[in-house]
């Protein structure tokens, strides 16, 4: 089976064309073609995504995308219908309807978080042999979720961010940092350039909700304390490149630290067989090294699944294997003229 995805739920434009069969102990995918245009380096002027460019940058970029795909035959059209921004959201959803109908093929609805989720499990090309219950840690810009997968296609969240989801927080620091838009890897680059020479802050940051008796986390007040660490100091400007790369590492470990910390209390909880991480932080190297570690030393049972890094971001493969993985088990949500983009949409959503 084969399907053309639609990804505009931020600011990546994404359209992928995958091939889904089913093997024994799962699903193989072939990415036959994939198209990615970012936004980023637009958005960067605002210091984040602001929606309305987004949805232009969209809507200019869609047909442009389109136009290699254009002559593949397809049995359906896979569009995230959300979470995310909706002016974003509706122009992928609108402009999936129009080629559905064009071509008479079925429209499939895929939940952006479940498209992170499953695409992180892909390994080798193919979805199988995954041991329930799946912990998996949901890491973007967006989001921050412990979610439970006990059976195919449902899912609980046993834990969430309070406020800032861990992505946003890297991009705020490193506004604050002085380092340009998506924030997340920039912040990284400094952490390790702390950690590769030794330089370490000589203030300790929060490490927020660390005690708490459950798999929650917030990351709102990491962020003002850093805040404060600048101002408390005279303000960036008194930072030279070595102070802003302890003040980089300090709170990449922090973010870790508490990571790592909910991560093992959720799957003592879960009693989960594979844990997998998901969403643009998961590319964090020092975030996926603590959590490889923890597994390693406390969870000997539990298979850990880590995502290629050309995946962790936003894209339409993952959304184009989260509509094969459903469509090839039965299980696919069709859609009709009436499907609405939804900016809160919850992966914990029946379908
Ligand atoms: O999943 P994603 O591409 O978009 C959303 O659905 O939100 O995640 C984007 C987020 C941004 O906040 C970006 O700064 C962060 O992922 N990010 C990182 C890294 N790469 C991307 N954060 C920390 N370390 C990275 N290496
Ligand atoms: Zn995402």
């Known amino acids: 089976m084969r399907i053309l995805a639609i990804e505009t739920s931020c600011d990546e434009t994404g359209l992928a064309l995958v091939e889904g069969t089913n093997i024994d102990s799962g699903f193989a995918f072939e990415v036959i073609d994939s198209a990615l245009l970012s936004q980023a380096a637009l958005h960067a002027e605002y210091g984040g ?181 600048l101002r408390d100091k005279g303000g960036i400007q008194k930072f030279d490149l070595d102070a802003r790369a302890a003040v980089a590492r300090e709170f990449e470990d922090a973010t870790a630290d508490v990571l790592v910390h909910k991560t093992k209390r959720a799957l003592e909880e879960s009693g989960a067989q594979t844990f997998v991480i998901g969403g643009g932080v998961a590319a964090n190297k020092h975030i996926r090294e603590k959590l490889q570690e923890l597994i390693a030393t406390d969870f000997n049972e539990v298979e850990m699944r880590l995502p290629e890094l050309n995946i962790t971001g936003d894209n339409a493969i993952m959304i184009a294997e989260a509509a094969l993985a459903r469509a090839l088990s039965g299980k696919d949500d069709q859609a009709d003229d009436t499907l609405r983009a939804i900016g809160n949409l919850s992966i914990q959503t029946n379908k």
Do not use: C
């Open 49 to 229: 995504v602001y929606p309305n460019l987004a949805k232009r940058e969209h809507e200019k970029n869609l047909p442009v995308l389109f136009e290699k795909f254009k002559e593949q035959q397809v049995d359906a059209i896979a569009v995230t219908n959300g979470p995310g921004l909706e002016p974003a959201l509706w122009t992928g959803v609108e402009f999936s309807k129009k080629i559905a109908k064009e071509r008479g093929v079925p429209l499939l609805a895929t939940n952006h978080m479940e498209g992170h989720l499953l695409s992180s499990l892909v390994k080798d090309g193919k979805l199988e042999n995954v041991q329930l219950p799946v912990l998996a840690l949901l890491i973007s810009g967006g989001h921050t979720e412990f979610v439970v997968m006990k059976n195919w296609f449902t899912y609980e969240i046993v834990g969430k961010t309070k406020d800032d989801a861990a992505g946003e927080a890297y991009d705020k620091v490193a506004r604050m940092l002085a380092l340009p838009y998506p924030g997340g890897p920039e912040v990284s680059k400094l952490a390790e350039y702390a950690r590769a020479n030794n330089i370490k802050s000589d203030v300790k940051l929060p490490r927020p909700m660390y005690d708490t008796k459950d798999s929650n986390v917030s990351f709102s007040g990491l962020k003002t304390a850093v805040l404060y660490l």
